[in-house]
C-alpha cells in the first residue's frame, strides 16, 4: 500500500485499533472485538507472540487493513511486510527504516515528539507522522504544530480516549490510534471480548461525532 493509499484509508476511517500484548490466542480474540464494533484499521505490535500469523491472519479478510507497530530495525520491515502488513510503524523516526518502506512502497508512520521530528518525517516520506508519546493537551499540541505546517498529516497513538479523541481530530488531527483506551490487558486475559467490543463502539463514538459534527472529514 503506498503513502498515498493509506492517507486516503485514515482519511475515511480515522481511527487505528493498536494492540500490545502477551497472548497470540488472545490477541487474536481481542481484535476480532473490535473489528466486530466497526474497527476497519488494525495494528499489532511486533512484542506480541506470533505477530506475523496475526498481521496474516486479518490481511486474508476483506476490508481489514492490518498494520505492524513497534518496528526498529530492517529485519522486522522484511517479516511484517512479509507476513501481508500494509503500513508500518515505529516509536521512534530512523531514516533507515524509512528508506526500506519507500523501497517496499509500503506507508511508514514514524513516531515523533517535536515539531522538528514532524517536519523531517514529512520530508523523509512518511505517509503521516505518529505523535508518540502523547503530551499532556494532545488536542493544543496538534493544533499549535499545525498553525505554520497545516500539511502534516499527525496520528497522535498515545492518551487518546472516547473523552478527547473528537476534539483531536477537530484540532487537525488527521486519525487517532486507540492502544490501552482500548484493550485493557485484564479483560483481554480473560476473553471478555464484549466488554472490548462496548469500549471499541463507545471510542468510535467519540470519532464519529467528529466526523458527523460539520467539522473538517477530509
Known amino acids: 500500500m503506498s503513502p498515498e493509499q493509506f492517507l486516503e484509508a485514515v482519511l475515511r ?9 502477551q497472548h497470540q ?35 486474508r479478510r476483506p476490508g481489514i ?23 508500518l510503524v515505529s516509536p521512534v523516526l530512523d531514516p533507515k527504516i524509512m528508506a526500506a518502506a519507500r523501497d517496499l512502497d509500503v506507508a511508514i508512520l514514524p513516531g515523533c515528539f517535536t515539531p522538528t521530528e514532524l517536519l523531517q518525517a514529512y520530508r523523509g516520506g512518511a505517509a503521516c507522522q505518529k505523535l508518540f508519546p502523547g503530551p499532556a493537551d494532545i488536542a493544543g499540541f496538534v ?12 496520528i497522535p497513538t498515545n492518551g487518546v480516549n472516547h473523552e478527547n479523541a473528537a476534539d483531536v481530530l477537530a484540532a487537525g488531527a488527521t486519525g487517532v490510534g486507540f492502544t490501552t483506551s482500548l484493550f485493557d490487558l485484564h479483560e483481554v486475559e480473560h476473553r471478555q471480548v464484549d466488554k472490548i467490543s ?21
Open 65 to 87: 487493513l492490518v498494520g505492524a507497530g513497534t518496528v526498529l530495525d530492517l529485519e522486522t520491515v522484511e517479516a511484517a511486510v512479509g507476513a501481508g502488513a500494509k503500513f
Open 25 to 59: 490466542g488472545r490477541a487474536a480474540a481481542a481484535m476480532d472485538a473490535a473489528v466486530a464494533a466497526g474497527f476497519r484499521m488494525v495494528e499489532f505490535t511486533v512484542s506480541t507472540p506470533g505477530v506475523y500469523e496475526l498481521i496474516a491472519e486479518f490481511a
Open 198 to 218: 462496548e469500549r471499541a463502539r463507545l471510542l468510535l463514538a467519540g470519532v464519529k461525532h467528529f466526523t458527523t459534527s460539520g467539522r473538517r472529514t477530509s
Open 13 to 21: 476511517h480515522r481511527a487505528i485499533a493498536i494492540f500490545r500484548g
Open 143 to 154: 493544533r499549535a504544530v499545525l498553525g505554520p505546517m497545516p500539511f502534516l498529516r499527525i
